[in-house]
């Protein structure tokens, strides 16, 4: 679904919080859910290898009540849920 930032050179950022913005419905439908393609979009933005989509998936479903619930950027909790998690902090952009 995504191809990587093209055109305006807002980087991976700007293009995390686009994709966000614009798919934030079907974002929260597909963590609800456990899997889909928004979920597979948003980890291929966060740099994750495919093998691990299944698994960011299902974090952000397990999540789901602080992510979508709680007040504050889903960006930032995005990132924190990532980084709680040892194998997708490893893979997913090198966070370390």
């Known amino acids: 679904m995504y191809a990587g930032s093209s055109g305006g050179g807002g980087g991976p950022a700007q293009a995390r919080e686009a994709f966000v913005e614009n798919s934030l419905v079907a974002i929260k439908i597909d963590a609800a859910r456990g899997e ?5 979009a948003l980890a291929e933005l ?3 290898p495919s093998e691990d989509y299944s698994e960011f998936a299902s ?7 602080s992510l979508f619930n709680q007040s504050g950027p889903v960006l930032d909790k995005i990132d924190s849920i990532i980084r709680s998690q040892s194998n997708l902090k490893a893979s997913c952009l090198g966070v370390n």
């Open 36 to 40: 889909g393609e928004y979920l597979n």
């Open 46 to 48: 966060w740099g994750c």
């Open 59 to 65: 974090t952000l479903h397990n999540h789901y009540l």
